[in-house]
């Protein structure tokens, strides 16, 4: 796999606020996947976009991928208190199971 | 279903000491993985297992850290002699294999070395 650079590095945003979140990488990839971290708990998979899709939902969650600028986004709608957690992307390429971690985004949700 | 189980949660001990961390996967996942996690970082990739042999272990600190995955389910991280710099929270995750499968992380064990 290959790190994703995601960005903004940190996001403040008032409950009920959708947050955007953006991952951008550089080679070809064959999916790319969304994990959530909460303070002091581990990752929790969100979602999985193959590179021959363009958008997915789940649920609050819409990940949209752009081959073409070799970019993702992560969409949360009507965010909650619950939503404050680190948000990572990885992209795969198709050579292995590995997933190589970036810094992720801080996403805080103020009640 | 069961999640990944890992114990301790919490560790605390002095430098030039040995730890070890136990791990539990998802019955049935043939593939699990050692992270490490610096504050304020993502988690890097330790050791790989796929059944009881290892895939890829190339940024295991083998001079200091082991592992094992005796027959092919539960597995333990070992650290000796520990460093300061070994201070960081072990997280270990299973999948079922290949491309497309998640990975199911534990809660890991923050260790922290005085």
């Known amino acids: 796999s290959q790190q994703g650079e995601e960005d903004p590095q940190a996001l403040s945003i008032q409950e009920g606020e959708n947050a955007t979140m953006n991952c951008s990488y550089k080679?070809?990839?064959?999916?790319l996947q969304w994990y959530r971290q909460n303070s002091g708990r581990g990752l929790v998979h969100l979602i999985l976009i193959r590179s021959n899709e363009r958008e997915k939902h789940s649920g609050r969650l819409r990940v949209t991928l752009d081959t073409s600028k070799k970019s993702s986004s992560l969409l949360i709608t009507a965010s909650r208190a619950a939503d404050t957690a680190s948000y990572f992307c990885v992209a795969g390429n198709g050579a292995n199971s590995k997933l190589t971690f970036g810094k992720g985004i801080t996403l805080s949700v103020r009640p | 279903e069961a999640g990944v189980a890992q114990s301790p949660r919490y560790k605390i001990i002095e430098k030039r000491q040995s730890v070890a961390f136990w791990c539990n996967p998802i019955s049935g996942h043939a593939t699990l993985y050692w992270y490490q996690q610096i504050l304020g970082q993502g988690p890097k990739l330790l050791i790989q297992f796929q059944n009881n042999g290892v895939v890829d272990d190339s940024q295991l600190p083998k001079d200091r850290f082991s592992a094992e995955r005796l027959k092919g389910v539960d597995s333990t991280l070992k650290i000796q002699p520990a460093k300061l710099e070994d201070s960081a929270v072990y997280l270990c995750?299973?999948?079922?294999?290949?491309?497309?499968?998640?990975?199911?992380f534990g809660d890991g064990t923050r260790l922290s070395i005085l």
């Open positions: 080679t070809s990839i064959n999916n």
């Open positions: 995750a299973s999948s079922l294999g290949g491309l497309n499968q998640p990975q199911h």
